[in-house]
C-alpha cells in the first residue's frame, strides 16, 4: 500500500498473534445463496493454496536482498512466477511494461550543530538550493495528530523556520501544507516507528523542501528545540522501465470486463508478504481457481500491478493507456491491498460514503459493491467497516475515470482503538500492521484467519460479477438474453410450422385429396 494518503481507523480484529483464536468456518457449510460459479470457485480457494505462493514471494525476496521492490530481480521474479501460473491455468497474458520515476538522491542531510542525520526528501517534495536551507528547528508538540490542523501551529515561532513534525494522523502532504501556511521555509517529518522514513510521498507537488528521518534521529532532534539546522535535500529523476501482469478469461463478454487487481511491488525494506503479498496470493489464487476458460457471461481480467509503492504507477499508466471505449468495456474494478494485517479489521472501501469521510462517494455501482463485500462476510459472521477511497491504493485512476469500484484492507499503519478492541478482540493502540513497510513484514506477519475469510469474499464476489454484473450497470447476462431469443425462435418455428399444417392440402393414400 502506497504512502501518499493516510489509512483509516477501524475494523473487526482476528489476530491469533494478539491470543484471540478464531476458528475458520468452512465455506461449504455457510455460503449465501449464489450463483453455481461463486460457490464452486470459494469452495476451491483455500488458504494453504494462497499459502504456496506467499512461500514463493518470501523465497524470491531472500535470494535477492530481501526485497521484492520495483527495479529489482526481487520484483522481476515475481512477475515471472505469477505470469507463467496464469498462463499454464490458460489465460490470455501479457507484461505490458511502462516507466516510472526515480528520485535519485544527489543530498539528503539535516545538520544541526555537529550532528548530521540522513534527511530522505519524499517524492513531490521541492529542492533547496545546493548548500541546503538553514533556519531555527521549530518542533511541533507531539500529539495524536501532529501538524495535522493549522491549529498545531499557533503560538509557535515557524515563520522562517524548519519545522519538525512527527509521523502520524494525516498525510504527509497535510503536515507539510499547514507548515509552509505558518511559514515554515523546510520540513522534516519523523517516523515514529523504529526505521528511516523512505519511499514515502507528499501525494501532490509539495509547497516546501520536505524530507524524512528515523525514528531515533528525530528522538535526537526533537530534544534539540531552537537549534540552528541546515537542510539539504537535494535530487534528480530517471524514468525506468517496469511492467504489470494481466491476464484475461478467453470466455465471456469483452465489452463488460470485470476487472480485479493487487500490486505486486514491495517497499524496499522488505519482502513485503502482507503488503501486499496477501493480497496479491489471494488474487492468484482465485485466477487459477476459476481457470482461464470458466462458463461466464463477462470476462475476467485479473492485474498484477507493478511500483504501487512508489506512486501507484503501474495501474495508473494502464488505465491511462485505454482508450475512453476500452475504459468503457470495464464494468468495474475491484482492489485487494493487505488483507491480512496481523492485528487485523474487516475493511470495506465505503462506496456509498456512509461514512461521510474523506474523499466522498465511488461512481455509480460503488455502493453495490461495497454492499456485496459487506453482505458476503456478513453471511460468514463477520461485521465490517467502512474504509475512505483515500488515494492510497491502486483503484485510484479506475475511479477517477468513473469506472466503479470496491475492495478489501485490513489496515497498515493506523491504530486499533480501545473500542475496536472491546468489539473484535485484539491489541488496543497497537498498528494493525505494526511491520508496515518493514523488513519484518515477512511470513510471520499474517492473521491466516482473515486471510483465509477475504479470500472467500474475493472469490465470492468476483466469481458473481462474471456472471452478472446487472446490479452495477444494468447488463443483464448474456446467456439469459440468449435464452430468450431461443425461446422466441422455438414459438416461432412451432407457430409456422401449426400454419403450415393447417393451410396444406390432406394427403390420403399418398393421393391430394
Known amino acids: 500500500m502506497s504512502l501518499n494518503k493516510p489509512a483509516r481507523a477501524g475494523a473487526v480484529l482476528l489476530a491469533a498473534c494478539a491470543g484471540v483464536a478464531f476458528a475458520a468456518v468452512p465455506a461449504s457449510a455457510v455460503l449465501p445463496d449464489g450463483p453455481a460459479l461463486a460457490r464452486n470457485v470459494t469452495k476451491k480457494v483455500t488458504v494453504d493454496g494462497i499459502n504456496r505462493h506467499l512461500v514463493a514471494l518470501q523465497r524470491l525476496a531472500d535470494r535477492n536482498g530481501g526485497t521484492r521492490a520495483v527495479g529489482t530481480p526481487g520484483f522481476e521474479q515475481s512477475v515471472d512466477y505469477v505470469a507463467a501460473k496464469l498462463t499454464a491455468a490458460g489465460y490470455d497474458v501479457t507484461t505490458p511494461t511502462f516507466t516510472y520515476p526515480v528520485q535519485v538522491t544527489d543530498a539528503a542531510t539535516a545538520k544541526v550543530g555537529a550532528k548530521t542525520v540522513a534527511a530522505l526528501p519524499m517524492e513531490f517534495s521541492p529542492q533547496t538550493p545546493v548548500g541546503g536551507i538553514t533556519a531555527a528547528l521549530v518542533a511541533v508538540p507531539q500529539d495524536a495528530t501532529p501538524g495535522c490542523e493549522a491549529s498545531d501551529f499557533a503560538g509557535l515561532p515557524v515563520a522562517g523556520s524548519i519545522a519538525l513534525i512527527r509521523r502520524g494522523g494525516c498525510t504527509f502532504g497535510t503536515k507539510q501544507a499547514n507548515a509552509a501556511a505558518a511559514g515554515a521555509v523546510a520540513v522534516l517529518v519523523a517516523n515514529n516507528v523504529d526505521g528511516p522514513l523512505s519511499g514515502v510521498t507528499l501525494g501532490d507537488p509539495g509547497l516546501v523542501p520536505t524530507g524524512g528521518v528515523s525514528k531515533a534521529d528525530g528522538d535526537a532532534l526533537f530534544a534539540t528545540p531552537g537549534a540552528t539546522a541546515t537542510v539539504d ?8 522501465p517496469a511492467r504489470n501482469v494481466v491476464a484475461q478469461t478467453k470466455t465471456g463478454r469483452k465489452d463488460n470486463v470485470v476487472m480485479a487487481g493487487a500490486h505486486l511491488d514491495s517497499v524496499e525494506e522488505g519482502p513485503g508478504i502482507n503488503d501486499n503479498g496477501s ?33 501507484l504507477v503501474g495501474s495508473t499508466k494502464y488505465v491511462q493507456s485505454l482508450t475512453f471505449d476500452q475504459q468503457l468495456d470495464i464494468a468495474l474494478y475491484l482492489n485487494f491491498d493487505m488483507i491480512a494485517s496481523p492485528n487485523a479489521g474487516y475493511f470495506v472501501y465505503d462506496g456509498d460514503d456512509s461514512d461521510a469521510t474523506g474523499a466522498g462517494e465511488g461512481p455509480y455501482g460503488s455502493a ?12 460468514q459472521g463477520v461485521e465490517t467497516e467502512g474504509t475512505d477511497f483515500s488515494g492510497r491504493s491502486d483503484y485510484g485512476e479506475f475511479i477517477a475515470n468513473g469506472i466503479p469500484a470496491g475492495g478489501l484492507f485490513t489496515g497498515a499503519e493506523g491504530v486499533k482503538t480501545a473500542a475496536q478492541a472491546a468489539k473484535w478482540g485484539g491489541q488496543a493502540g497497537v498498528a494493525y500492521d505494526k511491520c508496515y513497510h518493514a523488513k519484518c513484514d515477512n511470513l510471520g ?30 447488463v443483464a447476462p448474456k446467456t439469459a438474453k440468449a435464452k430468450q431469443a431461443k425461446a422466441a425462435q422455438r414459438t416461432a418455428a412451432i407457430e409456422k410450422a401449426e400454419r403450415r399444417a393447417f393451410t396444406a392440402p390432406e394427403v390420403v393414400h399418398g393421393v391430394t385429396a
Not at 535535500?233 to 525506468?240: A, G, K, M, Y
Not at 481457481?289 to 504501487?308: C, D, H, I, M, Y
Open 445 to 474: 506477519n499474517l492473521d491466516r484467519t482473515a486471510l483465509d475469510r477475504n479470500a472467500d469474499a474475493i472469490a465470492w464476489v468476483t466469481a458473481s460479477y462474471a456472471i452478472s454484473t446487472e446490479e452495477i450497470n444494468g
Open 368 to 379: 453495490q459493491i461495497e454492499a456485496a463485500f459487506a453482505g458476503f462476510l456478513g453471511s
Open 279 to 311: 493480497g496479491s496470493a489471494a488474487l492468484l489464487e482465485t485466477a487459477l481457481q476459476l481457470g482461464g476458460s470458466p462458463k461466464v457471461n463477462n470476462t475476467v481480467r485479473f492485474a498484477w500491478w507493478g511500483a504501487e509503492e512508489l506512486g
Open 233 to 240: 535535500l537535494r535530487f534528480h529523476v530517471d524514468e525506468r
